[in-house]
Each structure stands twice: as C-alpha cells, then as structure tokens.
C-alpha cells in the first residue's frame, strides 16, 4: 500500500489546517489509518487514529477537542482536520496504515504501522 500525505504549510496560531492522505494498493477500507508527528531531534509521536470503517477514534491528549480525523472510504483517503493550532503543533506530519486489530494503547508506538507516507511539513507562527 502506497500513502501520500498533503495539506501542509504555514499558519499563524489559532489558525486551521486540514491534512489529506491519498491511499493506494490493496483495499482502503481493510486498514486502520493514523497520523503521527515529529519534531527534529524528537520522537515520532502518535496524534490520532482512525478504525478501518470509521466506527472509532483515538487521539493524544495533546490534540484532543482541537484535532479531527476522518476517513472516506470511497475516495481512499483520510483527513486530519486541525484547529486552533499553536506553535507546538509545529512537525512534520506522517499518516500510516496497519491491518489486524487495533490496539488502543500498544498502536500508539510508531512501530506497530506497517506503512507510512513520506511526511509534510506543518509550521505555527506565534
């Protein structure tokens, strides 16, 4: 399976972005999708997730009431909405998939996605 990640840039604080991940390869609706973060010099963190029909959500705590993931199945991409974002939100953003079962707590690791897009680059100026 093949992710490409869009919708980066450069938004002031208390601004909005809305992150897309194109999907392709075996069938969409079979992954669970996620979306992870990472600063230089820091480690990929997890930010949100997404279960394969769209049934059930999962964010950080850092993102949580801000933050919105989404799916389409029919067009095989998933979206992370962002609002009211802060310098801290500052990364590159990274969407992934994973097939099986969801883990709640152990899916938070990087290591538990098998795929993952090549990254784009979000910026909040204070």
């Known amino acids: 399976v093949q992710l490409q990640a869009s919708g980066g840039g450069l938004v002031q604080a208390g601004g909005s972005l809305r992150l897309s991940c194109a999907v392709s390869?075996?069938?969409?609706?079979?992954?669970?999708m996620g979306w992870f973060r990472q600063d230089p010099g820091k480690e990929r963190e997890f930010v949100a997730a997404?279960?394969?029909?769209?049934?059930?959500?999962y964010y950080a705590d850092s993102v949580k009431g801000r933050f919105t993931i989404s799916r389409d199945n029919a067009k095989n991409t998933v979206y992370l909405q962002m609002n009211s974002l802060k310098p801290e939100d500052t990364a590159v953003y990274y969407c992934?998939?994973?097939?099986?079962?969801?883990?709640?707590?152990?899916?938070?690791?990087?290591?538990?996605?098998?795929?993952w897009g090549q990254g784009t680059q979000v910026t909040v100026s204070s």
């Open positions: 997404i279960t394969r029909n769209g049934d059930y959500t």
């Open positions: 390869g075996r069938a969409f609706s079979t992954y669970h």
């Open positions: 992934a998939a994973k097939s099986g079962l969801y883990y709640y707590t152990q899916d938070r690791q990087p290591r538990n996605w098998g795929s």
